[in-house]
């Protein structure tokens, strides 16, 4: 055991480095509640702010008040862990080798789940999946053993819910190298989804930088019952606020509706807090979380969180906290809401969703149902999706599309196998498959309808995001984002047009059958069991500097790093290689699904650049123009540029880069020359992506200048050395000088957003090179 200012008792040190440094974080939040000159403070401010690696110089601006820091000054800030999946870790860690640590500034961990294909079942996938990745696992964890990482192999769950169980606490502030990362916010922490560079700035101790989020709060009123879920009051948010209505904001859950919720549900909550753009979503302290903490086994954790809570209200917003903006959402009076196709805040009642079905020309029938994913695997959805199978079962009633269920760590999967759970599922045709993300990421080696259909067809999922071709790789799959309970009731009908809390089914003996509202236990009635000692790593690995990390030249998965050049010192001047029409997320911009395997060879995975992206001047996806008019795909155009030593721009329009913390959408451009992403707008963790990888990302000051682009102009920047002189100004307006093919010239302006962080990125051209530098001085 190990003693610490946290805890006044003995505890075991997994504990300790498990657990927030509460004392520091409230002598931190004393000096902000003077800066502030004691103003009431929102939760997430107080998580945030206590995190400050110096309150007074990130807060300098204060003046006495939130609102000049809300929106307006640059943070820098010391997380207290990182998560890294398989797919990112890959480069995060490329990255951090670079920086020649021995050792990683704060614990961190390893999580392989992203590569693994959801096919026949858990047993057989994950067979083939790790003799398919062997090379990339072997890497992963002989970082982890190297670096004292903490290494958690192929099958024994998702990222996110493993963090769930094991690290997320009250408090905590942490980043993750994936953009569900929030879902540790159900349990009260900051957790927040970054690229590999980002995490890179947490693992070597370099302060890492946001802009102070502006905080949105959601009031919840009532209480959920019958069908409604936890998952309903995301998909309704979803579709009051779209894709970009969180863009800059801290999402925090407040009123009396909490209380009622359990912490796996607000974890569902938070996690789909990504789909709207959010930076993070949070929840103040409950019973709820105590309890989930005790059952999965952390006790002295939530004695710690009760005591700071006590102490100084640490978890909770201050009273008379402001925010900036109020949503509320009665739980009394929320229906079921079904979410897509092809973006997740088009949201549907469940009573509306046949007619709507039938008035856009969506498919009349349901081909699939998968529940489960880091969104919707806890023991209360699994029990409550049983609930429904055993009515079902009673009356010989049997599924009518294919089913899987994806639990989510070897913990929940143990769980509901030794409580019966797996067996109900099993014996009702449902395949199991490993604790991974599978079909959730495009590795659904689905077979009932081939990638290339160009049919449409509809699945209903409980997952997140439903993207094009976001899970079985074909672009006419619309996946329709839902509960577990709407699911799992669907695959009885597969119609459209059936509404469970009001539709009956016609059973083979010609009787109607109607379901009764899912019943669910929170949390399980005998405990959570681990299952397979195989899937745990060492609770707290030293780090083993004797440990080498081989990377074969001849690999094609994984490749070292070489440095991007620095920054010329000259102005920009950049031809336009492509001008994207409309959505353009970082799956059109760097896409999974086969690609993955390609995440630790940026050369093999560039082949994969923009190429779902839509030519706004032909209407074409992946073809751009060279400029004597000849015809490439995106990426052959963009190596072809960069062997001619011409840098290029692209040109899109709003919430570039919405989805995914996926920083090879930010890579990729940049290692096939491009220097400049001008848009109408981006999502916040791609154009931090961009920044890092020394890319300058601009957006339009009058959004009319896109329509006056064409691809082949020349934009050269006219004022970018003062703006570098000028350390970024925390942002500002640069001028575009445009040259057109005739020869035509005008000014446009454009806005950035560099802080002075940001500009030394640039100049040294990447993060890591800068951050390399200050380590080597
Ligand atoms: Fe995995 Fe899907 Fe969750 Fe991402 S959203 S971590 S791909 S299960």
Redesign the pocket.
């Known amino acids: 055991s190990a003693s610490s200012p946290v805890f006044n008792f003995p505890v075991p040190e997994e504990y300790v480095s498990r657990t927030p440094p509460y004392s520091k974080l409230v002598s931190n939040l004393n000096k902000v509640n003077q800066i502030f000159n004691h103003q009431p403070l929102t939760l997430a401010e107080k998580i945030l702010y206590s995190h400050l690696v110096d309150p007074e110089e990130s807060l300098a601006a204060a003046n006495g008040s939130t609102a000049n820091i809300r929106g307006e000054q640059y943070l820098k800030l010391n997380p207290d862990r990182v998560a890294m999946?398989d797919a990112s870790a890959q480069m995060a860690l490329l990255q951090f080798m670079t920086c020649g640590m021995a050792s990683t500034a704060v614990p961190a961990s390893i999580h392989c789940?992203?590569l693994i294909v959801g096919k026949d079942g858990a047993e057989e996938d994950l067979v083939k999946s790790i003799a398919t990745n062997k090379e990339v696992f072997d890497f992963l964890q002989s970082c982890g053993e190297k670096y004292g990482i903490q290494f958690w192999g192929p099958g024994s769950g998702?990222?996110?819910q493993i963090v769930l169980e094991n690290f997320s606490v009250p408090g905590l502030m942490m980043l993750g190298t994936?953009s569900?990362t929030p879902n540790a916010g159900g349990l009260g922490a900051i957790a927040i989804g970054v690229g590999g560079a980002d995490a890179v700035d947490a693992l070597t101790g370099t302060p890492w930088e946001l802009k102070a989020p502006k905080i949105l709060g959601v009031k919840l009123t009532g209480q959920l019952s019958g069908w409604s879920s936890p998952k309903d009051v995301i998909t309704k948010l979803a579709g009051i606020l779209t894709v970009r209505g969180g863009t800059g904001y801290i999402v925090e859950y407040f009123g009396e509706g909490v209380q009622t919720l359990s912490c796996t549900g607000m974890a569902t909550i938070c996690n789909m807090g990504a789909e709207i753009g959010a930076t993070t979503s949070t929840f103040p302290y409950q019973d709820a979380h105590r309890r989930y903490l005790v059952e999965t086994n952390r006790a002295p954790i939530a004695e710690a969180a009760d005591a700071v809570n006590k102490q100084v209200g640490f978890l909770q917003a201050d009273k008379g906290a402001e925010y900036d903006k109020v949503v509320e959402i009665n739980l009394s009076d929320l229906e079921p809401h079904v979410n897509g196709p092809f973006t997740p805040d088009l949201s549907t009642p469940i009573s509306q969703f046949g007619a709507v079905a039938q008035k856009e020309g969506w498919p009349s029938t349901v081909s699939a149902g998968l529940i489960g994913?880091?969104?919707n695997s806890s023991y209360q959805d699994m029990s409550r999706a049983v609930s429904i199978i055993k009515q079902a079962e009673a009356v010989g009633l049997k599924p009518k599309i294919p089913f899987f269920v994806t639990p989510g760590s070897e913990q929940i999967r143990a769980t509901i196998e030794r409580d019966g759970l797996i067996d109900t599922f099993e014996k009702n045709g449902a395949i199991v498959l490993a604790n991974a993300?599978g079909p959730?990421?495009g590795q659904w080696d689905r077979t009932d309808v081939p990638k290339t259909s160009t049919e449409t067809n509809a699945i209903f999922t409980s997952?997140?995001?439903n993207f094009r071709a976001r899970n079985d790789g074909n672009r006419n799959t619309m996946n329709f984002l839902t509960s577990p309970d709407m699911v799992t009731a669907m695959i009885y009908s597969g119609d459209v047009n059936y509404n469970p809390i009001t539709d009956s089914i016609k059973l083979e003996n010609g009787e109607e059958f109607k379901f009764q509202p899912p019943q669910g236990e929170e949390l399980p009635s005998h405990g959570f069991i681990k299952g397979r000692e195989q899937f745990y790593p060492e609770a707290s690995p030293k780090p083993k500097p004797e440990v080498s990390v081989n990377v074969s030249p001849e690999s094609d998965r994984l490749q070292l790093l070489e440095p991007f050049l620095p920054w010329s010192g000259e102005e920009l001047s950049t031809n336009v290689l492509l001008k994207v029409e409309g959505k353009c997320t970082t799956d059109h911009i760097s896409a999974a699904g086969a690609w993955l395997k390609y995440k630790g060879h940026l050369e093999n995975i560039s082949y994969n650049t923009l190429i779902g992206a839509v030519n706004k001047e032909t209407g074409e996806v992946n073809k751009a123009y060279d400029l004597n008019g000849d015809s490439y795909s995106i990426p052959e155009l963009m190596i072809k540029w960069k062997e001619e030593a011409r840098p290029w721009v692209v040109v899109a329009e709003h919430n570039y880069g919405e989805g995914s913390a996926r920083e090879h959408a930010a890579l990729s451009p940049k290692f096939l020359g491009g220097s400049i992403i001008l848009v109408k707008s981006f999502a916040r963790i791609h154009e931090t992506n961009l920044k890092k990888q020394g890319m300058l990302p601009l957006t339009f000051a009058d959004e009319a200048d896109y329509d006056k682009i064409s691809s082949g102009d020349l934009l050269t920047t006219v004022d970018l050395k003062d703006m570098i002189a000028k350390n970024g100004n925390n942002g500002g307006v640069l001028t575009v000088k445009v040259t057109k093919k005739d020869g035509s010239t005008f000014d446009i302006l454009c806005k950035h957003t560099m802080s002075k962080d940001q500009v030394d990125f640039f100049k040294a051209g990447s993060a890591i090179n800068h951050i390399g530098n200050l380590k080597r001085a």
């Open positions: 999946q789940d992203h998702i990222i996110h994936d569900h994913s880091c969104t993300c959730c990421i997952f997140n995001r």
